[in-house]
Nanobody, 114 residues
Framework: QVQLVESGGGLVQPGGSLRLSCTVS???????MGWYRQVPGKERELVAR???????NYADSVKGRFTISRDNIKNTLYLQMNSLKPEDTAVYYC?????????WGRGTQVTVSS
């Protein structure tokens, strides 16, 4: 069974940057992949996605600030987050897109606060 392990979260001040990583235990080169986030009491939302052909798409709330990328050799998905805002605070997860084919990982907490 494929496992997803997210890392790179932490506490950062508004305007700061973080780089998240998602290590996939198996090959994901044929899958579209996405970064999702969830805050307590709300549904998980898609913030960025990248196709198997490296086409990217972003939620309006993060467009121009976040960049998704993938390394099919390392089986790793990345999310570069710049100009972070308090409303970006959430647990961030990765999974396939459009359907979430893999079991969810534990996620990585991102907290944006002064």
């Amino acid at each position: 069974q494929v496992q997803l392990v997210e890392s790179g979260g932490g506490l950062v001040q508004p305007g700061g940057s973080l780089r998240l990583s998602c290590t996939v235990s198996g090959s994901f080169r044929s899958n579209g992949m996405g970064w999702y986030r969830q805050v307590p009491g709300k549904e998980r939302e898609l913030v960025a996605r990248i196709s198997a052909f490296y086409d990217t798409n972003y939620a309006d709330s993060v467009k121009g600030r976040f960049t998704i990328s993938r390394d099919n050799i390392k089986n790793t998905l990345y999310l570069q987050m710049n100009s972070l805002k308090p409303e970006d605070t959430a647990v961030y997860y990765c999974n396939t897109y459009p359907s979430q084919s893999f079991s969810w990982g534990r996620g990585t907490q991102v907290t944006v606060s002064s």
